[in-house]
């Protein structure tokens, strides 16, 4: 995918994007593509799909209430996952530069 924001993202999109992570990735790919989708919030794929929600603030909600709660593992995941997801953004970023 090109241009991916998390901070607005539709739910379409998200469903695209862990498509492509599971059928093009290994083992890692298909993990974060578990962790995104399951990180959207609850039946927003049937009530609005083509809404911009912001899922990098959702998931850094999870590791809030995981720190808070004492789920430090899954605190620690999804601290991971969000700094992978600041990758994915990085690398969809394609520069156009003209002279």
């Known amino acids: 995918m090109k241009n991916i924001d998390f901070s607005r993202i539709t739910p379409r999109q998200v469903q695209a994007l862990c498509d492509e992570l599971i059928f093009t990735g290994g083992k890692q790919e298909f993990e974060d593509a578990s962790a ?28 809030e209430f995981d720190r808070d709660n ?27 530069v003209v002279a």
């Open 70 to 96: 004492g789920f430090d593992a899954l605190a620690v995941f999804y601290a991971g996952l969000l700094e992978r997801m600041k990758l994915m953004e990085a690398r969809s970023v394609h520069l156009s």
């Open 36 to 63: 995104i989708g399951n990180s959207l919030p609850s039946g927003i794929f049937e009530r609005d799909p083509d809404t911009p929600i912001d899922l990098t603030c959702q998931i850094e909600g999870m590791i």
